[in-house]
DNA sequence: TATTCAGTCTTTTTT
DNA sequence: AGACTGAATA
């Protein structure tokens, strides 16, 4: 047998021979799907020796991509490279990059992000006049996201303001993140010449995370694949958690009905947890109705006290009881990045970060906020835009008066109308704005347009590293910052960063005799899509904080779930889907290989206001499963010795123990106490290294 | 145009 | 609590 077989069972290896025609994965989490789709472009490469090229993998993220070209490097060696790999945005882009021609936008089109979306709708509502209280733009993005993505229908004013938003990006070649999409199909549809050159392109293509399509990449998929039929996806109706962005589950039976003679493949094996974790997640996710029955086991039994339950007064004592706890699996020789916490709201982050720095744990942020969305990175790029095309209205704005200028919103209207009205380039209406009308704010945009003119010009003869910094002192920018609070300083630090970025543009790109425009635009094409790019990635990495969404794929020896409040984790909005809610649980607790921390805090502090909650229904769900013994005590987290962690007993100590609950020590030994403990009056002997026995405070 | 200050609203989740 | 807005003032 073929060593890329070896490693699968018998149901994984039928699913990675099948490599002609239409095959659907059906599983449930750490069944090995995603190490199923790896196997399988191995074997299609090494054994059926289908060229690397002609395949199309779709991951989720962009980190699952680079995952999964590692894998299949190491299964295949470098012929790896030539798999297309992407997310389905990114491949998106590419064949616009290519076709956009043919309806309508210029091939250099632009990518924006939500954010330049909201700008864009800013814009808009003041032209127009749009009331900001009926909704704000953000609202408005929001809505018409969602009706993009077949979410929600629309009309009326919001209808008006759609076709507004799109004339304006069409107008200024711009393109959102559902656009990407929504174009490819309509390029699809329209040019049947272009959708059969990517059918022949890749005959082979594989989608993971299936569960989490929306309609229209779906259709994507579906008429890349009919011509040759085979397309092999997985997925996990438990694990859609991406409704909200318009995701269809009934895509995956879609799938089996628009495909002929689909081969079904299921997985019931978990290799990832012990069934002690396993049960859990099972019972936890029965209670949902919409959904094919499965029952996961593993072969590993696992113990009950990989179960621990805590309950915090305050969040500051759930922060510090989650920091401290992974201070000594560290201490204790675990390796940092199989460590993670994941939460359902990003807002619960914040004060992980502030104490993981004061405890000087190295960690790492999942989602949140992505590095190049930061105001100074997007402010510098849109410089280098700016500076590559000198006519982009759109970045025009953007840095006119970054730093102050004295320019504001009039004298850019005023710039708009002349381009416009005349056909003036930007340059061309400042000119003439100058030569018919001086002032000072005229001659401030004649020096303007003289910086632009000069940096084009040292850009030429400078690496971009240099021009970098020779921009940023140049334009003033580096002193709008130094001016502004000493506490916005890592805003400097970011840009140096972004320093490294470019060094690795010029060092990829570089050497094939590109100029510097083409280096740029290549570059910038490439790290847009890549959400999960941050300035602590490259580092040697540390403990994980996610959200939930983001850790999806992912797997940690020790997962830390944590604010599971009834309001928190499960939302409870007008509009939240309870089982949604719980398929968020389910992926978030069946994330950990070795170990779970469930955790929710009484009392926490959110938009000023003290909420209490009671514990999340997921946490009681969760060990329902168990019998009633067997459940563990809940850990007060504020009744915990602060230095706990030394683990030194002494007679009369007080101790938790996560099966027999709180308790007196009465003897103790080298290697054992004995233990008085309060719930059953009953005394027993407690090995010292237990892993769930923690000193805590007198009564 | 820039700056300041009081009042308003936020948050689900992300490519 | 903190970010963000809009109106009032310099
Ligand atoms: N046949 C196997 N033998 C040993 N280990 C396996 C096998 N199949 C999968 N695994 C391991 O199980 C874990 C989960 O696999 P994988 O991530 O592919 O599952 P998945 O179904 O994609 O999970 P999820 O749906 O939760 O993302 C991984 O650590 C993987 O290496």
């Not at 029952?295 to 920091?323: I, P």
């Not at 410089?383 to 590559?388: R, T």
């Not at 056909?423 to 347009?449: G, V």
């Not at 067997?630 to 962690?645: A, F, G, V, W």
């Amino acid at each position: 047998m073929s060593k890329i077989l070896q490693d699968l069972n018998p149901q994984q290896q039928e699913a990675v021979k099948a490599v002609d025609g239409p095959v659907i994965v059906f599983a449930g989490a750490g069944t090995g799907k995603t190490r199923t789709l790896t196997s399988r472009i191995a074997y299609m490469i090494s054994e059926r020796k289908i060229p690397p090229k002609q395949i199309l993998a779709i991951t989720f993220t962009k980190k699952a991509t680079n995952e999964m070209r590692e894998r299949i490097f190491k299964l295949v060696g470098p012929n790896a490279g030539e798999v297309f790999i992407s997310t389905i945005h990114a491949f998106c882009a590419s064949v616009l990059r290519k076709f956009i021609g043919l309806i309508g936008y210029k091939q250099n089109f632009e990518i924006i992000d939500d954010e330049d979306s909201v700008r864009v709708l800013t814009e808009i509502y003041k032209e127009r006049n749009f009331d900001r209280k009926a909704f704000s733009p953000k609202a408005a993005h929001n809505i018409i996201s969602a009706y993009k993505n077949g979410v929600m229908p629309i009309g009326g004013i919001v209808n008006t303001l759609f076709e507004a938003y799109q004339e304006y990006l069409f107008d200024h070649n711009l393109a959102d993140f559902d656009d990407l999409l929504l174009l490819v199909n309509k390029l699809f549809t329209l040019h049947k010449e272009v959708l059969e050159f990517y059918q022949e392109r890749f005959r082979y293509i594989l989608v993971d995370e299936f569960q989490d399509t929306n309609m229209t990449q779906y259709e994507i998929i579906k008429t890349l694949g009919q011509k040759y039929q085979n397309v092999f996806v997985v997925g996990d109706d438990d694990q859609s958690i991406y409704s909200f962005r318009g995701a269809v589950v009934d895509n995956m039976y879609a799938f089996m009905k628009d495909f002929d003679n689909v081969i079904l493949v299921k997985l019931t094996q978990n290799y990832r947890s012990s069934n002690a974790l396993l049960l859990g997640a099972n019972t936890l996710i029965a209670n949902n109705v919409l959904r094919e029955k499965k029952n996961l086991f593993s072969t590993v039994k696992g113990e009950l006290s990989d179960v621990v339950v805590t309950e915090s007064q305050y969040h500051e004592d759930e922060v510090r009881f989650v920091v401290n706890e992974i201070a000594y699996l560290i201490r204790g020789g675990v390796d940092p990045n199989k460590i993670a916490v994941l939460y359902r709201n990003n807002v619960v982050s914040r004060n992980f970060e502030l104490a993981f720095v004061e405890a000087r744990i190295p960690y790492l942020i999942y989602g949140g906020f992505s590095y190049l969305k930061r105001r100074e990175i997007k402010d510098a790029i849109s410089y280098l835009k700016f500076l590559l095309e000198p006519n982009n209205i759109f970045h025009f704005k953007r840095i006119i008066n970054q730093p102050s200028r004295g320019i504001g919103e009039k004298t850019v209207e005023k710039i708009t109308e002349r381009c416009q009205m005349y056909q003036q380039s930007i340059f061309e209406a400042i000119d003439w704005l100058h030569a018919n009308n001086p002032s000072n704010k005229t001659s401030a945009l004649i020096e303007f347009k003289q910086l632009i003119e000069k940096l084009q010009k040292a850009l030429e003869q400078m690496s971009l590293v240099d021009f970098f910094d020779y921009m940023l002192e140049q334009t003033g920018y580096l002193e709008m910052l130094a001016q502004e609070d000493f506490f916005e300083s890592n805003r400097v630090e970011n840009l140096e960063e972004f320093k490294s970025i470019l060094y690795r543009f010029e060092a990829t790109y570089g050497r094939e005799g590109l100029s510097k425009k083409e280096i740029l635009h290549m570059g910038f094409d490439e790290i847009l899509l890549d959400e999960t790019l941050s300035v602590d990635d490259k580092g040697k990495g540390g403990a994980v904080l996610s959200t939930v969404h983001s850790a999806k794929g992912l797997e940690f020896d020790y997962v830390f779930v944590v604010a599971l409040e009834e309001g928190l984790f499960p939302a409870l909005r007008e509009d939240s889907d309870i089982e949604e809610e719980r398929r968020v649980a389910y992926v978030a607790f069946t994330r950990a290989k070795k170990k779970i921390y469930l955790s929710c805090a009484t009392t926490r502090l959110i938009y000023g206001r003290i909420v209490r909650n009671p514990k999340s229904r997921f946490l009681t769900e969760y060990l329902m499963g168990r019998k009633e013994q067997e459940k563990p005590e809940i850990l007060k987290t504020e009744k915990l010795h602060s230095d706990e962690s030394l683990r030194d007993f002494h007679v009369s100590d007080r101790i938790y123990h996560s099966t027999f609950g709180y308790g007196l020590v009465i003897a103790v030994d080298e290697t054992t106490i004995q233990v008085l403990f309060e719930r059953d009056k009953s005394i027993r002997k407690i090995k010292k290294d237990h892993p769930t026995l923690r000193k805590t405070l007198e009564e």
